[in-house]
């Protein structure tokens, strides 16, 4: 794979292909995507397979505008406002199909609904723009490992990928996802949106997915699957640094022989931009010295809420 500069050129090269059928890894401000034309069903399968990713489990839509994602998807008055308030960002909204829509059902992985993003990340806002198509764009890594948000992860874990190198990405964790097909909001997945910020805007609370399975899995598909893990065992919720152990920090209070911290000013914004950069560089050294990684405790407000999340999947995902 070869690693290209975000020059102008690149860039129309890029939505050039992507247009062709291809499938490429751009920047957003999320994590890096690995993206491919929604409308083309071959191309999207081609990201199930190279993700080795389990084909029931749906991926976000990346659209220019509100204006290009009603074409393709049925807007209530949740789904309007809430775009209209956290668009272009961080926020992907799951709504119903329209009847003639155009992005192919495996991108919904059969569902009748849909879930679309419209990215604020001025590369990933070009090629859209450029490529006149809505992009099927999940995670550049494979199906379970951690996300990249630096073009050398998706260098290193999707080596036959072509990609165009947008720097570190802002946000570092996925989108928040709400699902707006009825009356209720549902709060779908923790991410670069804090729930607080999104009831803010809705002047009410989110509805929680129903734990029971069936309904889990039917709305929120990817929930079911493993997620997020490093090579090595993860710890969540430790405080001190042990011998056979990477000890990632957070805040002032971390012991001095830290590994390294999310954020020493205790920030969370600063540590959800920090923490798949972190994770992929401690899975590297923790596999050669053969030790574990453990993290420390993190806050559970605010953004926080999105990286105990990836963390707890993590620390599942090894367990098991
Ligand atoms: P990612 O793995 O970051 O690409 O996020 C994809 C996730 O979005 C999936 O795992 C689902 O949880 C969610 N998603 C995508 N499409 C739908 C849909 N039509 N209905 C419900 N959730 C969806
Ligand atoms: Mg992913």
Redesign the pocket.
């Known amino acids: 794979m070869t690693l290209y500069p975000a020059s102008p050129r690149d860039i129309s090269s890029f939505a050039k292909r992507l247009r062709n059928g291809e499938v490429v890894a751009i920047p957003t401000e999320t994590v890096y995507g690995l993206a491919a034309d929604a409308t083309q069903a071959d191309a999207v399968a081609a990201i199930y397979s190279i993700k080795e990713r389990p084909q029931f489990?749906?991926?976000?839509c990346h659209i220019a505008s509100l204006r290009m994602a009603k074409q393709y998807g049925v807007f209530n008055e949740t789904a309007n406002k809430l775009a209209k308030e956290f668009w272009p960002g961080a926020l992907?909204l799951?709504v119903p199909r329209k009847d003639n829509c155009k992005i192919s059902e495996l991108a919904?992985?059969g569902?009748h609904?849909?879930?679309l993003r419209c990215p604020s990340h001025p590369i990933a806002a070009e090629i859209l723009r450029l490529a006149k198509r809505p992009l099927a764009?999940?995670?550049a890594n494979p199906s379970g490992r951690l996300s990249p948000t630096r073009p050398e992860d998706v260098r290193r874990t999707l080596p036959n990928i072509d990609v165009l190198d947008g720097g570190y990405c802002e946000v570092g964790v996925?989108?928040t996802?709400i699902?707006c097909l009825g009356d209720m909001a549902v709060y779908?997945?923790a991410g670069g949106i804090s729930r607080g910020d999104i009831e803010a805007c809705l002047g009410e609370p989110l509805t929680d997915v129903p734990t029971e399975k069936g309904d889990a899995a039917r709305?929120?598909?990817?929930?079911l699957?493993r997620h997020y893990a490093p090579h090595v065992p993860l710890h969540i919720n430790c405080t001190q640094v042990k011998e056979d152990m990477l000890l990632l920090g957070f805040g002032a209070d971390a012991p001095a022989d830290v590994a390294d911290n999310l954020s020493e000013t205790g920030d969370l914004c600063e540590a959800t931009a920090n923490l798949f950069a972190c994770l992929h560089k401690l899975d590297l050294q923790a596999q050669a010295e053969n030790k574990h990684i453990g993290v420390m405790p993190i806050p559970h407000h605010g953004l926080g809420e999105a990286i105990n999340d990836r963390l707890s999947r993590a620390a599942e995902a090894v367990d098991k």
């Open positions: 489990n749906p991926l976000i992907t799951v919904s992985a569902l609904s849909l879930a764009a999940p995670s996925e989108s996802i699902g779908l997945r709305l929120a598909p990817g929930r699957v």
